[in-house]
């Protein structure tokens, strides 16, 4: 049945989103399923209803590839499902992705013009919606393209390695893509939780479609140490993106860091995502976790440790943070979730060392209080300590969530490839580095940042590269 | 999937595997090592690189049977295949210069990964004086292999039942007495307790000694901090900056403790495993 007139007036002007039903805090801690269950066909249809169609259509300035944002919303409020599913891959490949992890409240949603005077469109879980629709169906495969009997080789399986893959492959381009792990997705495989984004269901699913474009996967790679870039060209590859992430874990620099107990993020996450360990001993990598669990950081990185700790059985989960609420990094819903879950917030609160026990275990944590100052490079708020407000809280496990930044193991490993801030690539506007032939995007060029700049970047590049694949 | 070729029992607890891993084999330095999986729900596991074959497209890699995941992998057979097999990962050893006299020294399997290097030190026509350490002489591995290579050979046993009766350390500090002005440099892989011992031991003579250590670890790129050790008073990834070190510079205190971490998990794990072996009929 289509909505009257009155059903539409009266939905365009509701305030709220519409609700996504979700597991509850309580008994969501103690699983590793996804916490939002999505829309039903009806409240997507009635969620899409609120949108106003704006002629100008601010939302759209606000997503990184230029989604049609309104157009496939009408086509949700028409219910033209199989339609709007098509409009949305035409920017973005992994929307099944997007809709659950990309920051929707800094970018589409927070452009949308509903937002001033009330809840923005749910642009995201609309996004989601169509998505998880088409793979409830099955995700049809186009027609394999008459092949150009160029060959490209990929390093990277995350999102902007995948984006570039599937992208070339549909433009008829022999392509093969090299992945350091035993699985491909990058961040999206070992980083981010299955109760954000669930592996089987979500992730294999949209890897699979990529394979199913006729890209190569190649697992167990290392390029740089297995094989170099350099080499991939003697081996008759005309073209290599690199998309390796940017993987290096920061620590602090403070003392007790190399206690037992503590653990990069990078590390935590991917023993629990990747190896699987709160299926320990059913799966072989175990994970070690006290009763109280420090997590030092505020991004989404942060969240995901804090959460994750709580599910693998933690008493007591802590973040702590050297800048304020406003500060962090994190997406909105992340930071709710956590809250909704009892993860405690210690703000202008800076560790400054790590305490062990006689065997060499974590016990506490020395912090001192800090206030905001002048803005700094970032444009952020500058923390300050203030003196002599030290204290110390015990702690068993601490979980260093501070930054990731890029692996040195391509850039010193590829010779005339200029280099940026911290081995991150130097590349245009379309993923071109100095060297011919080389193409890179994602993390590895902007450092850590986000799927949705990942996904974009690998786009640009492919475009790129194919104009480059038809001069040779 | 990636298939064994060979599999040879070399003592009681030592096995011996020849993998194939043609892109592995191409790039095999020795100091480097593998990662390895057995099955889809196993852990990733280092293994140093015993030996290597570009032709056969083939690399060897010998390990003790301790833990769960070893104690699986001993149950292949040739012809059957792991899932995973990554590498060559870490730093290949420097060799010393062509006037260097050297001394290396095994212990247990870690006489596995020493070979690769005096066999790299004997082809490069130097002379190596080797000491080779086992608990008992049925755990002695590789004796033929590194006498072949090396100019003298030293075997050790912590019962007596072969060579001398005690500690490599022992057989080394004679040697260092005798002529510890003559020696450059010292290589030496085993258990913690031995390569802390020769650490302790060539420090006094002020011998550059290395050691390749072992770490605990989960991708072996440089991407979880895993492996973390402290190396001349800095944080260093093992996977990546190592797996070889100057000893004199290691914390082997910090090493010992980190590599404990999951004690109590490996001794479920491993119980688990041989319950089922025995329920399941032993297949
Ligand atoms: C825990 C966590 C949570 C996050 N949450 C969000 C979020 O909610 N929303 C959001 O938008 N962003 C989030 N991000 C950031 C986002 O995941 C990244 O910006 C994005 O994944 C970058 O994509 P990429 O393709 O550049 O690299 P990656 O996803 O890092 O993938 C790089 C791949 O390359 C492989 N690789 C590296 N070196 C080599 C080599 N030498 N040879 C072969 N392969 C190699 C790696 O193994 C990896 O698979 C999160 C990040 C983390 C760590
Ligand atoms: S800005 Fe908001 S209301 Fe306007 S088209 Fe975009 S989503 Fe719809
Ligand atoms: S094993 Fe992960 S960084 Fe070395």
């Known amino acids: 049945m289509p909505l009257d007139k009155e059903q539409v007036r009266q939905l365009r002007r509701m305030k709220e989103k519409h609700p996504m039903p979700e597991q509850d805090p309580k008994e969501r801690i103690k699983n590793f399923d996804e916490v939002p269950f999505g829309y039903d066909a009806e409240t997507a249809v009635k969620e899409a209803t609120r949108c ?301 060392k790590i305490f062990g026990d006689d065997d060499g275990w974590v016990k506490g944590m020395e912090c001192i209080k800090m206030e905001l100052g002048e803005p700094d490079e970032s444009g952020r708020a500058r923390p300050i300590p203030i003196e002599g407000s030290e204290y110390v809280f015990d702690v068993e496990t601490v979980v260093i969530a501070i930054g990731n930044s890029p692996n040195p193991l391509i850039p010193q490993t590829t010779s005339g490839l200029e280099l940026g801030w911290k081995n991150t690539i130097k590349t245009d506007e379309e993923g071109a580095t100095s060297r011919k032939g080389i193409f890179a995007g994602g993390d590895i060029v902007t450092g850590a940042a986000t799927v949705i700049l990942a996904m974009g970047a690998g786009k640009k590049a492919a475009r790129a590269m194919d104009r480059y694949l038809q001069t040779l | 999937m990636f298939k064994i070729v060979t599999k040879k029992v070399l003592s009681e607890v030592n096995k011996l595997m020849e993998v194939e891993a043609p892109l592995v084999a191409r790039k095999a330095e020795p100091g480097q090592f593998i990662i390895l999986r057995v099955h889809e729900n196993g852990e990733r596991i280092p293994l140093t690189i015993a030996d290597s074959d570009k032709e056969k497209g083939t690399i060897t890699i010998i390990y003790q049977e301790v833990g769960k995941t070893t104690k699986e992998l001993g149950t292949l057979e040739a012809g059957d295949h792991l899932c995973d097999f990554v590498g060559p990962l870490g730093k290949a050893m420097e060799l010393p210069s062509a006037s260097g006299r050297v001394v290396a020294v095994g212990g247990g399997v870690g006489i596995a990964p020493v070979y690769p290097k005096v066999k790299a030190l004997h082809n490069a026509g130097m002379e190596v004086i080797s000491i080779i350490g086992a608990q008992t002489a049925d755990l002695l591995i590789l004796e033929d292999e590194m006498r072949a290579v090396s100019k003298e050979l030293h075997v050790c046993t912590d019962d007596g039942t072969k060579g001398h009766h005690g500690f490599v350390t022992d057989v080394l500090k004679n040697i260092l007495e005798e002529k510890g002005k003559e020696i450059d440099e010292i290589v030496a892989v085993g258990p913690l307790p031995m390569m802390q011992a020769v650490s302790n031991l060539t420090k006094s003579y002020d011998v550059k000694t290395l050691v390749s250590l072992n770490p605990i670890m989960v991708d072996g790129t440089g991407m979880c901090g895993c492996c973390r050790v402290t190396v001349g008073g800095e944080t260093k990834f093992s996977c990546v900056d190592g797996p070889v070190f100057d000893a004199h510079q290691v914390d082997f205190e910090e090493l010992t403790r980190r590599s404990h971490t999951y004690l109590e998990e490996e001794k479920i794990a491993l119980e688990n495993f041989e319950q089922e072996r025995i329920s399941g009929g032993g297949n």
């Open chain 1, 52 to 352: 106003l169609q704006c002629k100008k259509a601010e939302c759209v300035e606000g997503c990184p590839v230029e989604v049609d944002i309104p157009a496939f919303i009408k086509l949700i409020a028409e219910k033209k499902f199989d339609e709007g599913i098509k409009k949305l891959k035409e920017k973005n490949n992994l929307p099944a992705v997007c809709g659950r992890v990309c920051p929707q409240e800094a970018q589409c949603e927070a452009f949308c013009i509903r937002g001033k005077r009330a809840e923005p469109v749910a642009i995201g879980r609309l996004e989601r919606f169509l998505a998880d629709y088409e793979l409830e169906k099955g995700v049809e495969t186009p027609p394999r393209p008459k092949s150009t009997g160029k060959r490209v080789a990929i390093v990277g399986s995350g999102p902007a390695g995948l984006t570039a893959a599937g992208d070339l492959a549909r433009m008829g381009h022999e392509v093969v893509l090299f992945e350091a792990f035993h699985a491909t997705g990058g961040v999206l495989r070992y980083g981010i939780p299955e109760f954000r984004l669930p592996k089987e269901k979500v992730l294999q699913r949209e890897v699979d479609y990529i394979a199913s474009l006729g890209v190569e996967i190649r697992t167990n790679v290392v390029v740089g140490k297995t094989i170099t870039v350099d080499e991939l060209f003697e081996e008759g590859f005309q073209a290599v993106f690199i998309g390796s992430g940017a993987g290096l874990p920061q620590f602090q620099g403070i003392p007790g860091e190399n206690l037992n107990g503590v653990y990069s993020a990078n590390e935590f996450l991917t023993r629990t995502n990747l190896m699987k360990a709160y299926l320990f001993p059913d799966w072989d990598t175990p994970i070690k976790l006290g009763k109280k669990v420090a997590v030092v950081g505020a991004g989404n990185v942060a969240m995901d440790s804090a959460r994750t700790a709580l599910r693998l059985g933690a008493e007591e989960v802590h973040i702590v943070y050297r800048r304020s609420d406003k500060e962090m990094p994190a997406r909105a819903e992340e930071i709710e979730h956590a809250k909704e879950e009892g993860v405690i917030f210690n703000l202008l609160t800076n560790p400054v």
